[in-house]
C-alpha cells in the first residue's frame, strides 16, 4: 500500500512512516533500557527531520512500553518540542509498570511525572491519544 502510494505523484498529501523495532528489550524488566531507546527515538527523530527541506511534524505511536519511550522524547533535553504535536500509545502502563524490578523503572516514569508538574501546558500543546487499558494503563 504504502509502494502505490508513493507512485501516485498526484494526491495531494504525501505520508511518510518509519519505525522503531528494539529488538524484543526487555524494558519491561530493567528500566535502563528504557532511557537508551528514549535516547535512540530522539536521534531517529533529528535524523527523520535532516530528510526533509524544512521541519516536519512526527507522529509518534508507541505500543507497551514503547509507549512509555515515545511519551519520554518530550523530556530528554536534545528532544525538539515542535516536531511532535501527537502521541499514540496502545496498552501502555501510563500510571506505574506492572512489575517494577529496579530502580530505574521507578526513575524513568518519575522523570516524566516532574516533567509534566513542570510544564502543565503540555497537555494544552500536544495530544496524547491512549488505546487499550488494563489496571495499570491509566493516564
Known amino acids: 500500500v504504502a509502494y502505490r502510494m508513493h507512485e501516485d505523484l498526484h494526491k495531494l498529501h504525501h505520508f511518510n512512516y518509519f519505525t522503531v523495532d528494539f529488538n524484543e528489550e526487555f524494558s519491561g524488566l530493567y528500566g535502563g ?25 512526527v507522529i509518534l505511536i508507541g505500543h507497551s512500553m514503547g509507549g512509555l519511550v515515545a511519551r519520554s522524547v518530550f523530556v530528554h533535553p536534545e528532544f525538539q518540542y515542535d516536531s511532535v ?14 512489575f517494577q524490578f529496579d530502580w530505574n523503572i521507578h526513575s524513568f516514569y518519575s522523570e516524566w511525572d516532574t516533567y509534566v508538574r513542570s510544564n502543565p501546558k503540555i497537555y494544552e500543546d500536544k495530544v496524547f491519544v491512549s488505546i487499550g487499558s488494563g ?5
Open 33 to 57: 533500557v528504557l532511557f537508551t531507546q528514549s535516547d535512540f527515538v530522539v536521534a531517529a527523530l533529528q535524523t527523520i527531520q535532516k530528510l526533509y527541506s524544512s521541519p516536519t511534524k
Open 85 to 98: 504535536d501527537l502521541v499514540i500509545t496502545l496498552s501502555t502502563p501510563h500510571n506505574a509498570a506492572p
Open 135 to 139: 489496571i495499570r494503563d491509566t493516564m
